[in-house]
Nanobody, 129 residues
Framework: QVHLGESGGGLVQAGGSLRLSCAAS????????MGWFRQGPGKEREFVAA????????YYADPAKGRFTVSRDNAKNTVYLQMNSLKPEDTAVYYC??????????????????????WGQGTQVTVSS
């Protein structure tokens, strides 16, 4: 089992940057694939980015490509989401999630919320125009 806690959210002007962190407690962080999702006002939760267990493979939703970078430090049990060139439409609560090897078995599984068994409480990101 793993417990997740996000930090780093806040209010930023359009064009600015934020770096979200997700700290994990529990065993074997390196055995989990990690994902970032977000949920804007009145919207469903959507996939943002994900990273494989060893950090060698990353995945991005189209809105994140070229602006966001996901990374992880398994020695620190932490996954990061660097967000640059932020837009007002990026405003949302951002969640990190952990999925097991069995659930995240191929590239097509990383974007689906139901493949992640553990979730953080979320951190609010607000981008003003």
């Amino acid at each position: 089992q793993v417990h997740l806690g996000e930090s780093g959210g806040g209010l930023v002007q359009a064009g600015g940057s934020l770096r979200l962190s997700c700290a994990a407690s529990g065993r074997a962080f390196e055995t989990y694939g990690m994902g970032w999702f977000r949920q804007g006002p009145g919207k469903e939760r959507e996939f943002v980015a994900a990273i494989s267990r060893g950090g060698t493979t990353t995945y991005y939703a189209d809105p994140a490509k070229g602006r966001f970078t996901v990374s992880r430090d398994n020695a620190k049990n932490t996954v990061y989401l660097q967000m640059n060139s932020l837009k007002p439409e990026d405003t949302a609560v951002y969640y990190c999630a952990a999925g097991t090897l069995r659930a995240l078995s191929n590239s097509g599984t990383y974007s689906r919320t139901n493949n992640y068994g553990y979730w953080g409480q979320g951190t609010q990101v607000t981008v003003s125009s």
